[in-house]
């Protein structure tokens, strides 16, 4: 059965973490640089059917990372048993950790934090940009390597050679994947009747449907682009959804008693740049050439970044293989994957008044 959070105890939670009393709009004003939102957010599972008998339940809940786009504070722990947040693994993401002895058919574990986000603006130049020197490629491997449903080489280099055409600068490069891209595939929600995303995040099924979500639309950009030596990586996070912004058409989550969803993008690597983020599902969505092309290089604030990569070793290690992505909520009972739980995200802008 959905488990609720009510909507005056989350909000009275978003007070109880911003302070003793609303913000009032000129302390806001006063503290936000140019561009910056703040939001309480909170995370939280309930894991169910935990077998009885069980010795041993581990509960990874994904937990915000600290970046140049974002900063997070008063990060707390909750939940039906003590956690503790630890940072670590393939991709140094963090989470909130529980371990329970002998546990009970169902736990619940949360996190709150307080979340200052900006806008990201990195439009590459391509006059900055060389391509990767050889010397740096084993700096990069696993940006350029394949992941479980992101393949590289083969028909998918041919692809993007021939989509880049003549050039040769990794940020034309990238453009002209990015374009592709865009003109190739249809985000599924623009028709659900007909249009369906794959289960999980798949280039062969991107490319051969032509449609997907945005873990689809990404993975193919990274087999594209990791198949011309462009370092690109997946950043998981979610839309902070206000009014029509940043997807157009949709409402706002804001302060609503509802599961806010995920979305990803990717950041690709160019020599004398660094990291730009991409975020071509996004762009799909929107109309108008300026709008669309706004998104490779730069980020709206109404985000945030939940992890990086797919193929994900946790910290702690998990007893089983990789994990897709990390997103959400990764759960072992006695070594195996456990997956009967439920997970909501949800947020309420810092209030004003």
């Not at 010397?135 to 880049?164: C, I, M, T, W």
């Not at 449609?211 to 993975?219: E, I, K, L, R, V």
Request: with cysteine; glycine share 8%.
């Amino acid at each position: 059965m959905p488990y609720r959070t009510n909507r005056r105890t989350f909000l009275s939670g978003a007070t109880a973490l911003a302070g003793s009393s609303w913000i009032s709009a000129e302390a806001l004003a006063a503290s936000l640089q140019e561009g910056e939102e703040r939001f309480t957010v909170r995370h939280e599972a309930v894991v169910q059917e935990i077998p009885t008998g069980a010795a041993l339940a581990r509960i990874w809940l994904a937990a915000p990372r600290d970046d140049a786009a974002q900063t997070v504070t008063r990060l707390r722990l909750s939940g039906d048993r003590p956690g503790k947040v630890v940072t670590g693994g393939s991709f140094d993401n963090r989470a909130a950790y529980y371990e329970v002895v002998n546990p009970p058919s169902k736990l619940r574990v949360a996190l709150e934090f307080d979340l200052t986000r900006r806008p990201v603006h990195r439009k590459p130049v391509a006059a900055a940009a060389v391509p990767l020197p050889e010397a740096r490629r084993s700096e990069f491997a696993v940006h350029l390597q394949p992941n479980r449903y992101v393949p590289v080489g083969g028909k998918f280099k041919d692809l993007a050679l021939s989509a880049v055409g003549s050039a040769t600068n990794p940020v034309d490069q990238a453009q002209r994947l990015y374009d592709w891209v865009l003109g190739y595939v249809e985000y599924w929600q623009k028709d659900p009747k007909t249009l369906k995303p794959s289960p999980n995040g798949e280039s062969e099924y991107c490319l051969g449907s032509r449609t997907g979500n945005c873990t689809d639309f990404h993975s193919l950009l990274m087999s594209l682009s990791r198949s011309i030596g462009i370092p690109t990586r997946m950043v998981y996070g979610g839309f902070l959804q206000g009014e029509g912004t940043p997807v157009p058409g949709r409402p706002s989550m804001d302060g609503k008693d509802a599961d806010a969803g995920y979305h990803c993008w990717v950041e690709s690597y160019f020599h004398g740049l660094g990291w730009c983020p991409i975020d071509v599902a996004l762009a799909d969505l929107l109309t108008g050439h300026s709008k669309q092309q706004f998104y490779f290089g730069n980020l709206d604030a109404r985000r945030l970044t939940w992890s990086y990569g797919r193929d994900v070793t946790l910290a702690p290690r998990q007893a089983t293989g990789p994990v897709n992505a990390f997103y959400k909520v990764h759960v072992e009972v006695d070594g195996q994957v456990h997956t009967p739980w439920e997970r909501k995200f949800t947020f309420a802008s810092q209030s004003v008044r």
